[in-house]
């Protein structure tokens, strides 16, 4: 599986270029910090949220979660792969690396557009 760092999210972020972040775990994680645009979703729900959150197969996908020891973000990249999608990548280290080196994150619900509309209700939140 495709890794990546936190200097190479930052410098997509940076350039504006085209990456979804997801990150693996509770919305009540995500609520009190996530990364800059992310969108929540739980690994058991990638299966039935993918192709809401993200329709193109070919598109960066990231996924992260606590630190090096949570397993949410390889679980959620694996089920990601496992549905054709190409282009996916774990950040291993997570969002406590992120924050421990002094990068911004942003807080409470953050919702797809799609899904804003839909004003969904499910125990993941908006996204997840």
Request: proline content about 4%; some cysteine; overall charge neutral.
């Amino acid at each position: 599986m495709k890794t990546i760092t936190r200097d190479q999210i930052k410098q997509h972020l940076d350039k504006g270029d085209s990456m979804v972040l997801i990150e693996a775990l509770p919305q009540r994680y995500f609520e009190e910090g996530h990364l800059p645009g992310a969108f929540q979703l739980l690994p058991d729900q990638v299966k039935d949220r993918a192709s809401q959150i993200v329709p193109n197969k070919d598109q960066l996908i990231v996924t992260y979660c606590a630190n090096t020891t949570c397993q949410n973000s390889k679980t959620a990249a694996e089920a990601f792969i496992s549905l054709g999608y190409k282009n996916v990548a774990e950040y291993v280290e997570g969002k406590q690396d992120w924050m421990q080196a002094g990068l911004p994150v942003e807080k409470g619900a953050a919702c797809c557009a799609a899904m804003q509309e839909k004003k969904a209700t499910k125990s993941g939140g908006c996204c997840g």
